[in-house]
C-alpha cells in the first residue's frame, strides 16, 4: 500500500475545518487519523474511505458545528433587522441604481405574468370537459380532382352515425351541424340568433355544458325541441324559467326542452341556441344514412382502453363500408383530432367554421419563449448591476468580515437583500398588470383576469418562483462579494480592476436576445402589411357585407335598385359566400376531346354583376349578363387555376357543368378571370368557378360604398332596409374587418413580439445605464488625468464606448442566425410572403447600436466635460 493512501483524505480534512470549531479541528483530525489508519488493516481502501465517510459525518455534532452554542449565540433577530435597515439604507443610498434594478425586474416580471395569462388562457380551452381526453374530432384529408389536398374537420351525417356500430373502440359520438343566422321569435320579441347549432341527443353525455334546466338525457331527442343559453332564455322571456314555452322560426314552432350555462369563453364550440338534429329526420328519414357531402362536425368519444392509431388504421375499410364509390379511398382519408388540439394545433384545416377564436399553438412556444428571454435580461441587468455595485461595498464586507461575520452569513444577508427586491418587484408587477389588463384584453379580444392568480396553486407557484428568482439573481453576486480579503480590503485593493468576463457574457446575451426581438419584429411588421397591402385582385375597402334570410331574398331586386339610387352607393350585388373564407367544393365535370373530366373546384354563387362591384378583372371571354338566357344556371365563369386544372390555354366556349348535370346537357364557360385570392395568404389560390343561380338564395348582399361619410351611407342604407323589410334587421360587416378577423392570430403576435421587443430594449438599456455609469464612476480619475494630458471629449468618448459596443456587435452576429432561421420557419406559413432582406438585420443591428450607445453617452459625455481639477483634487 503506497504512503498516500495511509493519508487521511483531503476532503475529510476540508469539511472539519469548513464546518467546526477550531478548537477542536486539531484533536478530531488526530482522531480521523488513528481510526483511518485501523480502517486501513482491516479493510480495503475503497472501504475504508467509505467509512470514515460515515464517522466524519456522524462527528457533525451542533455542540461541535461552527457558531451553533459554546461561547456565544448569535441574536439572529437582531441579525436579521440589522440586514433590513442596510437593505432599507442602500435602496436610497443610492436611489439611481435602486430604481434601475427594482424596475427593470419589475417589467420582466409584468411581461411575464402577462404572457402567462394569455398562454394559460389559451391552454385551457374546452377544459371543463372531464372526459376531454377521450375525446376526438373525426377529420377528413380530402384528395379531390382540381384542388390541392385539404384537411377538414366536415363529414358525411353517415361517418358519425355508423361509428359506434363499425367500431368497439367507441363508446358514444355526437354530431354538430351550425346553422346560418335565423330569426327565432316570440309572441312579442323577435331576435336573429347568430350562434345556433343542430346536435344530436347524445351531445350532453359527450360534452360537460351544464345544463340548468331539463333533464339532459332527454331534451333533444324529439323533433322540433330546441335549448337556450341561460343568457338567450333571458333575453326573450326575461326568466329561465322557459321549460314547455316555444320559440318559432319561419313557419315552424319549436318546443323549449331546457335551458343550459352560458358557453364559456374556453370552448372552441359556441352556441346559444341548440336544434335536435330528429327535426332534420322528420323531412329526410334517410338523414343518417346520406353520404358525399360534408357539413357535419363528428365527435367521438373513445373507451379509455381504446388505440386511436389502430383505430385509425382501420378508416379505409370503414370508408369503403360506408359508401359504394371504389374510388372513395382515393378521394377520402380520415384521422382523429384530440379535442385538446382543436383550439390550438387546427392552422392548417379549413372549412373550420365552428373554431372560436382559433390559435395557432406555435405562437405559444414563441410567447413562452419571449417570456423566458425577457426574464433572462431582467435577470441578467440584476446580476450585472449587483456585481457591479459590490465594488461600492467593500468598506461594509471587510468592517463585517473584521468583526466577525462568516462568509455563509454575508452570503444570507445579501440573498436576503435579492430576495426583498424581487418581491418588492413583484408586488408592483402585480399592481402594473392589474392596470394593464383592461387594454390588453381590448386589443387581443380575450378576458384575461388578474383573479387567475388568487388560488392556493397559483400563490404557491408565484412565491417559489420569486423565491428562485431572488437567490438565482442574487447567489452569485453574493458569493463574490463575500470572497473579497480583508487585507485586500484594507489595502483598498479588492476593487474590480480587471475585465469581468461573465459581465460581459452576460450584456452579449442580453443584446442578442433583444437585438433578435428588433429583428423579428421588424419582418412580423413587414409581412403584416405585406398582407394587408398585398393587391388580392378584388376590392376590400368600403365593401358592406350585410347579412340576409329568405325575407330578404324575396325583396332582393327591389332593394337593389332603391339602394343604388342612393348617392353614397356605387354597387349592390349577392353571393352564396363571402370572399376571405374557404368557398365550399363542388363536384363539377367539363367534357374533354374523348370523355367527361371530373373535377372538385370551389364554386361559389353569385349575382350578374359580382365581378363588377368587386373590381375583378377578366382576361378572357364576357361577364354574365341577362340577356344570355342560359347564364342563368349553365355558365361558368372560371379562375386561371381552374383553367390550368382543366388543362386548356383557352376554355371559354368549352363544356361544362355541376356534377349533377347531365351529360348531354352541360353549361359553358364563358369567361376566365385573373387569379384573384379569394381566401387568406396563408393559401395558394385554388381553382374556382362562379356560377349564377336565380332561384337559390344568397347569404350575403355586397354594397359597394362611396368613399366619405361611411355613417351617413350606413344611415341611408339602414333607411331604405327598413322600408322594405319588415322582420329581419339590418345586420352587417365590412368586408376589411372580415380580413382583420382572418389574420387575427398574425396581429396578435406581431403585438406581442412588438412590446416584448420594447420591453426587452428597455430593460436592457436600463441596465447597460446603470453600467456605464459605474463604470465610469471607477474610471473618473482616469479620465480626469487623460483631459490634463490633452485628450479631447471626442477622444475620450471613444475610448469609454467602445468596449460596450465591441460586446454590442458581438451580439449581432449571434442574433442575425438564430433570427434568421426562426424567421424563415414563420413565413414558411404563408403562399404569399415577403423575402427577409439583409437590410433588416442591417437596420436592427443599427438601432440596438443606436439605442445603446444612446443609453451610455450620458454619462460618457458628462464625465468627458467633468473638470479634471475636481476629480483630481484628492489625490
Known amino acids: 500500500m503506497s504512503s498516500e493512501e495511509f493519508k487521511l483524505p483531503k476532503w475529510s480534512f476540508k469539511l472539519i475545518r469548513f464546518l467546526l470549531k477550531p478548537e477542536y479541528q486539531e484533536e478530531i483530525e488526530g482522531d480521523l487519523e488513528e481510526l483511518y489508519s485501523e480502517l486501513l488493516e482491516q479493510h480495503a481502501v475503497a472501504k475504508a474511505k467509505r467509512l470514515l465517510w460515515k464517522e466524519t459525518i456522524q462527528l457533525m455534532r451542533p455542540s461541535l458545528i461552527r457558531n451553533m452554542g459554546g461561547n456565544y449565540r448569535l441574536n439572529y433577530y437582531g441579525m436579521f433587522k440589522n440586514y433590513l435597515i442596510v437593505v432599507w439604507r442602500n435602496l436610497f443610498k443610492q436611489p439611481g441604481f435602486s430604481t434601475i434594478n427594482i424596475l427593470s425586474l419589475t417589467l420582466g416580471m409584468a411581461a411575464c405574468m402577462l404572457i402567462y395569462l394569455f398562454v394559460q388562457n389559451e391552454n385551457s380551452f374546452d377544459s371543463i370537459h372531464q372526459k376531454k381526453d377521450r375525446i376526438y374530432r373525426l377529420c377528413e384529408l380530402q384528395t379531390w380532382p382540381g384542388i390541392k389536398p385539404q384537411k377538414v374537420p366536415i363529414t358525411w351525417p353517415k361517418m358519425g352515425f355508423a361509428l359506434p356500430e363499425y367500431f368497439p373502440e367507441v363508446e358514444n359520438y355526437a354530431r354538430f351541424q351550425g ?7 316570440t309572441e312579442d320579441k323577435k331576435l336573429i340568433v347568430e350562434k345556433a347549432g343542430a346536435v344530436d341527443s347524445t351531445f350532453f353525455e359527450v360534452f360537460d355544458f351544464p345544463v340548468l334546466k331539463g333533464e339532459s338525457r332527454d331534451i333533444l331527442v324529439e323533433p322540433n325541441t330546441v335549448l337556450l343559453s341561460e343568457e338567450l332564455a333571458r333575453r326573450y322571456f326575461g326568466t329561465d324559467e322557459v321549460l314547455g314555452k316555444t320559440l318559432k322560426q319561419g313557419e315552424d314552432i319549436y318546443q323549449i326542452k331546457g335551458v343550459f350555462a352560458n358557453v364559456p369563453e374556453q370552448s372552441h364550440l359556441q352556441f346559444d341556441l341548440l336544434l335536435s338534429l330528429s327535426t332534420f329526420r322528420k323531412d329526410n328519414p334517410d338523414f343518417n344514412q346520406s353520404t358525399g357531402s360534408n357539413f357535419m362536425i363528428t365527435y367521438v368519444l373513445l373507451n379509455p ?8 388504421a382501420k378508416f379505409p375499410a370503414y370508408l369503403e363500408y360506408l359508401s359504394e364509390d371504389d374510388n372513395v379511398n382515393e378521394m377520402y382519408s380520415l384521422f382523429m383530432q384530440s379535442l385538446e388540439d382543436v383550439h390550438l394545433a387546427s392552422t392548417d384545416i379549413e372549412h373550420d367554421y365552428h373554431n372560436y377564436n382559433k390559435f395557432n399553438g406555435r405562437y405559444i412556444d414563441v410567447f413562452i419563449l419571449t417570456g423566458i428571454f425577457i426574464m433572462i435580461i431582467a435577470c441578467v441587468n440584476f446580476m450585472n448591476l449587483t456585481i457591479a455595485r459590490a465594488n461600492t461595498r467593500f468598506k461594509e464586507v471587510g468592517i463585517r468580515k473584521t468583526i466577525g461575520a462568516t462568509r455563509l452569513q454575508l452570503v444570507i444577508q445579501f440573498v436576503l437583500e435579492s430576495l426583498l427586491l424581487a418581491l418588492g ?27 387567475t392568480f388568487w388560488n392556493l396553486q397559483q400563490v404557491f407557484m408565484l412565491l417559489a418562483g420569486v423565491l428562485l428568482l431572488g437567490v438565482l439573481t442574487g447567489l452569485y453576486p453574493a458569493l463574490k462579494m463575500s470572497a473579497y480579503r480583508i487585507a485586500s480590503i484594507i489595502r483598498g485593493g479588492g476593487s474590480e480592476r480587471k475585465k469581468s468576463f461573465l459581465r460581459s457574457s452576460l450584456i452579449v446575451v442580453q443584446f442578442s436576445l433583444s437585438m433578435g426581438m428588433i429583428i423579428c419584429t421588424l419582418v412580423v411588421v413587414q409581412q403584416l402589411f405585406f398582407i394587408n397591402s398585398k393587391d388580392v385582385g378584388f376590392d376590400r375597402e368600403h365593401i358592406m357585407l350585410i347579412k340576409m334570410n329568405d325575407e330578404v331574398n324575396d325583396k332582393y331586386a327591389v332593394l337593389k335598385e332603391e339602394l343604388k339610387q342612393l ?6 350585388t349577392a353571393s352564396g359566400q363571402r370572399l376571405g373564407n374557404n368557398i365550399h367544393q363542388w363536384g363539377t365535370k367539363f367534357r374533354k376531346d374523348t370523355a367527361i373530366v371530373n373535377l372538385a ?8 354583376d359580382f365581378l363588377e362591384v368587386y373590381g375583378i378583372e377578366m382576361v378572357e371571354g364576357r361577364n354574365f349578363s341577362r340577356e344570355y338566357a342560359n347564364d342563368n344556371g349553365l355558365a361558368f365563369i372560371i379562375n386561371q387555376s381552374l383553367a390550368r386544372e382543366m388543362g386548356e390555354d383557352s376554355p371559354v366556349g368549352k363544356s361544362m357543368g355541376l356534377s349533377w348535370y347531365p351529360d348531354d346537357s352541360l353549361g359553358t364557360v364563358i369567361g376566365v378571370t385573373e387569379n384573384f385570392n379569394f381566401n387568406t395568404l396563408h393559401h395558394k389560390v385554388n381553382a374556382l368557378a362562379l356560377v349564377v343561380y336565380e332561384d337559390w338564395n344568397f347569404r350575403e348582399m355586397t354594397v359597394k360604398l362611396a368613399s366619405g361619410d361611411v355613417n351617413e351611407a350606413v344611415q341611408d342604407i339602414d333607411r331604405v332596409w327598413k322600408e322594405h323589410v319588415a322582420d329581419f334587421p339590418l345586420s352587417f360587416q365590412f368586408l376589411d374587418q372580415h380580413f382583420e378577423e382572418v389574420y387575427k392570430s398574425e396581429r396578435q403576435m406581431g403585438f406581442v413580439v ?43 468618448l471613444m475610448l469609454l464606448s467602445k468596449n460596450f459596443a465591441g460586446l454590442i456587435l458581438l451580439a449581432f452576429v449571434i442574433a442575425v442566425p438564430l433570427s434568421y432561421t426562426y424567421l424563415d420557419g414563420w413565413l414558411s406559413d404563408f403562399a404569399f410572403r415577403i423575402d427577409i432582406s439583409p437590410l433588416v438585420f442591417v437596420l436592427g443591428g443599427g438601432m440596438a447600436l443606436a439605442i445603446a450607445m444612446g443609453t451610455i453617452s450620458f454619462h460618457t459625455i458628462r464625465a468627458a466635460r467633468t473638470n479634471p481639477a475636481q ?5
Open 179 to 185: 346553422l346560418r343566422e335565423l330569426l327565432w321569435e
Open 305 to 312: 382502453e381504446a388505440d386511436v392509431e389502430a383505430m385509425e
Open 425 to 451: 418587484a413583484f408586488m408592483i408587477a402585480l399592481m402594473l398588470v392589474s392596470l394593464v389588463l383592461p387594454s390588453l384584453n381590448q386589443v387581443i379580444e380575450r378576458n384575461l383576469q388578474i383573479q
Open 567 to 572: 348617392s353614397n352607393v356605387q354597387g349592390v
Open 601 to 608: 373546384p370551389s364554386n361559389l354563387q353569385v349575382d350578374y
Open 754 to 796: 412588438t412590446w416584448v421587443a420594447v420591453l426587452s430594449v428597455l430593460i436592457s438599456c436600463l441596465g447597460l445605464f446603470g453600467l456605464a455609469s459605474l463604470s465610469i464612476e471607477r474610471r473618473i480619475k482616469e479620465i480626469g488625468v487623460r483631459k490634463v494630458m490633452g485628450a479631447t471629449t471626442s477622444q475620450l
Open 871 to 875: 476629480v483630481l483634487r484628492d489625490e
